[in-house]
């Protein structure tokens, strides 16, 4: 594999994600969830987020997805944990973007967009 | 010699670098390349010959109705339809498929029945859903067996006098099996159901013969079978078109108007309305001459070997699962994989990065991929150009996958 393929598509940070994710699993308890398909390709996401006092307390997910949408759900999950929910609910693809480092195709951007927006649903609901 | 020496030469999209290597094309069942011939021959139409069709009584309006109907007898031979009434010129084959369910489903009754199957394309499932919607219609479908060929025992239960259609791939576009048309239409007809056969991924490798394949309709795409995007082909066999109630109006398809009825054209023009695909009719001629001289028998014997070379190889790497039938058996020009760890989308991606093009996803065939249990496959798919050296360019990076993630 070209050296390319290790620092463009898929960042050390995606690799990372989605061989160890932190956040992948079940929420017992959570006060929250949502789930959403990528048309494209049938990845499936489910946020589930725990409420706690206005604060998001923990946020776990689950789902069958390619490696950019996996690292993604982790990361978004990571950058929502223990903040005021309204602030969570603001969180943007771009705030992932920034922490995954990678040089994101547009058709694979719905694969990055997909747990932010799937969070965002959780989170009004 | 293989084929691809052949023909190589001939598509200049071949001579592309994609991220540092050459490209390896192996998407043609989603859409083919054009060989020079046909990219020249609709440009060559535009500069010389362009005008609309039927209507006008000019010079090049003459020129371009003579080569829009001669692309239909171009087809009718083709595909040994029995005239060229029988050949509609269509958008492509979901529009076929489009306008058949649309035009039958307007005489379903309640409690009849439209039976497709478990590999359909969502183009030969959706359309029978919204025929079926509203009327009191029901869709059943025959389940896919264990080695990726149709369930036919359980078609004897599943076909009844209810069933009005029967509508089926001929070529699998995910798992390649090539299903038995004569012999699920000759069954169709028994019970006084119309067969329709979704053609998309046989026309463009597979010698066609209208008058010996037994089913009612039969659809294809030109962008498959190496001409252009936005033409395809509905056939309907004579009576089974003549009974087709046009469901689209508009020019051409009319033969007199007035402010409250109109009467219909003759076929095939009465189901085309509106201005058609001519540059694209020029286009799918050339293509056709192309495979012709080429021979759809060599077409065919050449895209099977690659297709059971890569059936055998693949299943050789650790961690990699190839669909549908056994190596040995006659399928079409499509392989689809897994490789355990990775998802579809990832394994094509990092495939991109060696310059080779495949399929992933759940190919528009979200059932099939529930019975497998998956979310989707990649999928190698093959044409003329392929080379067997393409295959082992293929088995090698595949090979190398899943260290990368």
């Known amino acids: 594999m070209t050296p390319a393929a290790r620092t463009g598509l898929y960042s050390e940070t995606i690799r990372e994600r989605w061989r160890q994710p932190r956040f992948r699993g079940e929420l017992p308890g959570a006060t929250a969830q949502a789930e959403d398909v990528n048309p494209l390709c049938g990845d499936r996401v489910r946020m589930m987020v725990r409420v706690h006092d206005g604060a998001v307390d923990a946020v776990r997910f689950t789902g069958d997805s390619c490696a950019i949408c996996a690292a993604s759900a982790d990361v978004t999950a990571e950058l929502s944990e223990g903040r005021p929910a309204a602030a969570a609910a603001r969180l943007t693809t771009e705030d992932v973007l920034a922490v995954l480092q990678a040089d994101i195709r547009p058709t694979r951007m719905r694969c990055v967009a997909l747990p932010v927006s799937v969070l965002q649903e959780a989170l009004r609901s | ?405």
């Open chain 2, 1 to 405: 010699m293989t084929l691809d020496t052949r023909t190589r030469g001939d598509f200049p999209i071949l001579e592309r670098i994609v991220n540092g290597h050459r490209l390896v094309y192996l998407d043609s069942a989603a859409s083919s390349q054009k060989p020079r011939t046909v990219i020249e021959a609709m440009s060559q139409y535009y500069a010389t010959s362009h005008a609309n069709v039927h209507r006008s009584i000019h010079t090049l309006g003459e020129e371009a109705t003579a080569l829009y109907e001669a692309a239909r007898d171009r087809v009718q031979r083709f595909i040994g339809a029995a005239s060229r009434e029988e050949v509609v010129f269509t958008r492509g084959t979901t529009d076929g498929l489009n306008l058949v369910a649309d035009a039958l489903g307007r005489t379903l009754r309640p409690g009849d029945e439209i039976l497709i199957t478990d590999m359909e394309h969502h183009s030969n499932i959706v359309p029978w859903q919204m025929a079926a919607r509203d009327r009191g219609v029901t869709v059943r479908s025959i389940p896919v067996a264990g080695d990726g060929r149709l369930d036919l025992d359980a078609l004897d239960r599943l076909l009844s006098p209810r069933t009005r259609v029967l509508a089926f791939a001929h070529v699998s576009n995910v798992l390649g099996t090539v299903n038995p048309v004569a012999q699920l239409s000759a069954r169709a007809r028994q019970v006084g159901a119309v067969s329709v056969v979704d053609g998309a991924q046989a026309a463009p490798h597979l010698p066609l013969d209208m008058s010996g394949l037994g089913c009612d309709f039969y659809t294809f795409s030109g962008h498959k079978m190496l001409g252009p995007t936005g033409i395809g082909v509905l056939w309907g066999r004579g009576e089974a078109l003549e009974a087709l109630e046009p469901t689209r109006g508009g020019g051409e398809m009319i033969k007199e108007v007035w402010i409250d009825h109109a009467r219909w054209n003759d076929l095939p023009w009465r189901l085309e309305p509106g201005t058609p695909p001519i540059a694209e009719a020029v286009g799918l001629t050339a293509a056709i001459e192309y495979l012709e001289k080429l021979g759809m028998a060599r077409v065919a014997e050449h895209e099977r070997a690659l297709a059971r070379q890569t059936a055998e190889i693949l299943p050789s790497i650790p961690g990699v699962t190839v669909y549908g039938p056994p190596a040995s058996v006659e399928r079409g020009a499509v392989v689809a994989f897994s490789v355990q760890g990775l998802h579809p989308h990832d394994v094509a991606a990092l495939l991109d990065q060696e310059g080779i093009a495949v399929r992933a996803g759940h190919h528009c065939a979200q059932p099939l991929m529930r019975f497998y249990g998956i979310t989707g496959t990649a999928r190698a798919s093959f044409s003329v150009y392929n080379s067997p050296e393409d295959v082992s360019i293929l088995a090698h990076a595949v090979a190398a996958l899943r260290t990368q993630l």
